[in-house]
């Protein structure tokens, strides 16, 4: 079954995590100095929030899958919308490894569509073992074009 994906990028992670704790009436499944997620079954969704990103807001949305099937499905609709698609593959980010690609809307939310394989100590990819965090959005891919280039290209070709 798949779940929907968002993540916000917070100003305050402790008031943050209190505010959607209490919201949800759920503790964070997992949680990091500058991060946490909820992995909730009512209503059924993936919900992040983090430090990382430039500006406090929505980062992106995304569709997680549970099984390689779903993943080759929702990759097909990916191709269908006509719009420049980056396949990231195999990737590590948000403390965890994952299968992934991006496409931005006309509109340039992004969106990923991804498979979770297990857990990581690192957040990702912008940060080395013993080394600060590095303020980047989250799960930005660090190769091949850009998918928020998309935004720019009035027809995302």
Known sequence: MKRLHVHVTV?????????????FAAEPTVLKPDYAKWMLADPRVNFAISQRGATPGIEHLGIQVENHSELEEVYARLKRAER??????????????????WIADPQGVLWETFLTSGE???YG???????SPVKSTCCAPVTGPSVADARLDEDGR
């Open 11 to 23: 100003e305050n992670i402790t008031a943050s995590v209190r505010f959607y704790s209490a919201l």
């Open 84 to 101: 420049p698609v980056l396949e990231e593959g195999n990737t590590t980010c948000c403390y965890a490894q994952s299968d992934k690609s």
């Open 120 to 122: 990581s100590t690192m």
């Open 125 to 131: 990819h912008d940060v080395s073992r013993g080394a």
